[in-house]
């Protein structure tokens, strides 16, 4: 069973890092399945110029044209959910029955947060004198720093992605160096399902370097 190619996510593109890089070992063998490079403060310094841009461009996107490339990217999700889920339990040690499971849960945590974003109603504040009203809309507030662990690679890096871009934010993601394989195949299905350039960046590293 062939593993799959390790890149960083940064504007749209698939990269390598400039950094070093380490090993990705199956927990089951103890044998190399491949080798993930890491990411420089450069890289950061990309990534973090790339997540600004994606917020000037994400943020004026309707919560329904939001929601409608979420609901795409969970389709995606589960079309793949087999291919993911091999990588993933290559390199996290799930049965296949487990790692599909995380998958198909990715995809219905995506739809939740597509429909929740367009569900981020305003309110309206009783005001302390006759002739004011007070309003509050929501807004979205800036990139977001998202940070997922090895156990549930897949399911904790989507709640955050699909969270952030659902409010309107963009994000850079860090995942575990450990399992990289399935949160790439996951960033994968946002990439085709029409996210712009910068809304989403993917990248590893050394966690008291980079995080």
Same mark, same amino acid.
């Given at each position: 069973?062939?593993?799959?190619?390790?890149?960083?996510?940064?504007?749209?593109?698939?990269?390598?890092?400039?950094?070093?890089?380490?090993? $990705?070992?199956?927990?089951?063998?103890?044998?190399?399945?491949?080798?993930?490079? =890491?990411?420089? !403060?450069?890289?950061?310094?990309?990534?973090?110029?790339? $997540?600004?841009?994606?917020?000037?461009?994400?943020?004026?996107?309707?919560?329904?044209?939001?929601?409608?490339?979420?609901?795409?990217?969970?389709?995606?999700?589960?079309? !793949?959910?087999?291919?993911?889920?091999?990588?993933?339990?290559?390199?996290?040690?799930?049965?296949?029955?487990?790692?599909? /499971?995380? =998958?198909?849960?990715?995809?219905?945590?995506?739809?939740?947060?597509?429909?929740?974003?367009? !569900?981020?109603?305003?309110?309206?504040?009783?005001?302390?004198?006759?002739? $004011?009203?007070? /309003?509050? +809309?929501?807004?979205?507030?800036?990139?977001?720093?998202?940070?997922?662990?090895?156990?549930?690679? $897949?399911?904790?890096?989507?709640?955050?992605?699909?969270?952030?871009?659902?409010?309107?934010?963009? +994000?850079?993601?860090?995942?575990?160096?450990?399992?990289?394989?399935?949160?790439?195949? =996951?960033?994968?299905?946002?990439?085709?399902?029409?996210?712009?350039?910068?809304?989403?960046?993917?990248?590893?590293?050394?966690?008291?370097? +980079?995080?």
């Amino acid at each position: 069973m062939s593993y799959t190619s390790l890149e960083h996510y940064i504007d749209g593109n698939w990269v390598k890092p400039s950094g070093k890089s380490q090993d $990705v070992i199956n927990p089951s063998n103890s044998k190399t399945i491949g080798e993930l490079g =890491l990411a420089s !403060r450069g890289d950061l310094d990309k990534a973090l110029a790339a $997540v600004d841009k994606g917020f000037k461009t994400w943020r004026k996107v309707s919560a329904y044209e939001r929601g409608k490339i979420l609901r795409k990217a969970a389709d995606l999700v589960r079309t !793949r959910a087999d291919e993911i889920a091999k990588v993933l339990t290559q390199e996290q040690g799930k049965v296949f029955a487990e790692a599909k /499971m995380e =998958l198909v849960s990715a995809g219905d945590i995506i739809d939740w947060f597509a429909g929740e974003g367009q !569900r981020a109603y305003g309110r309206i504040i009783p005001a302390r004198a006759d002739g $004011v009203r007070n /309003m509050v +809309i929501m807004e979205p507030i800036g990139p977001v720093a998202g940070f997922a662990p090895w156990n549930f690679p $897949v399911t904790q890096a989507v709640r955050k992605i699909a969270a952030s871009l659902a409010a309107g934010c963009s +994000i850079i993601i860090k995942c575990p160096e450990e399992t990289p394989g399935s949160p790439i195949g =996951l960033v994968k299905c946002f990439h085709d399902a029409g996210v712009p350039p910068g809304v989403i960046n993917l990248v590893y590293g050394v966690p008291a370097e +980079i995080s």
